[in-house]
């Protein structure tokens, strides 16, 4: 799949996240409001990253489940 797929395809299915893939390759998101003291907590992050779109996706879940899991 292409770079530009990738990219689309993660930023609909995470919308609250800005994704991008910086010059060294690298594929990062970062959320578009900020923590609460409850979300920081349980350790959300304002941003993550990985290696490629799959680990991405691993870590937006992840993040997904703790906020979810700091607002019940």
Known sequence: MSFD???AEIARDFPEWTIWRSDAGRWWATRHRPLSPSQRATGCAMT???DEPDG???QLRDQERRAAAANP
Do not use: F, Q, S
Request: proline letters at 0%; glycine letters at 0%; charged letters at 45%.
């Open 48 to 50: 993550v990253d990985a």
């Open 56 to 58: 991405l996706r691993r």
């Open 5 to 7: 797929r990738h990219l």
